[in-house]
């Protein structure tokens, strides 16, 4: 089948449109992941599962929400925004290092 070269462009412009946000998707959900991680490792620190709405964070004696919703009434922090930020920004790449390995593999 014959295109015009216009046609062809457009068609391969859709194409890494759908490649960029499926890449996207994946890195807002690796974020939001990490995210969690550092609120949960937080939590642990500050000992919040004694005083928590959830029940399963005072028998494991750890956060196991998946948002820490006990985090919300603390208020000392473990790290403060640029800390949180480096934090998330290295959690970030080692996961994306890993994945990058585990397709290669």
């Given at each position: 089948m014959i295109i015009s070269q216009?046609?062809?462009?457009?068609?391969?412009?859709r194409a890494r449109d759908?490649?960029?946000?499926?890449?996207?998707?994946?890195?807002?959900?690796i974020v939001a992941a990490?995210?969690?991680?550092?609120e949960r490792g937080n939590a642990n620190i500050l000992r919040t599962h004694r005083?928590?709405?959830i029940k399963a964070c005072r028998r494991a004696h750890h956060c196991t929400g998946s948002r820490p919703i006990c985090l919300l009434f603390q208020r000392r922090r473990v790290l403060n925004a640029e800390q949180q930020q480096a934090t998330l920004?290295?959690?970030?790449?080692?996961?994306?290092?890993?994945?990058?390995?585990s397709e290669a593999a």
């Open positions: 216009h046609d062809a462009w457009h068609l391969a412009q759908k490649s960029d946000l499926a890449a996207k998707r994946l890195s807002d959900m990490c995210i969690e991680e550092i005083t928590c709405f920004d290295e959690m970030y790449w080692r996961v994306l290092e890993a994945l990058v390995a």
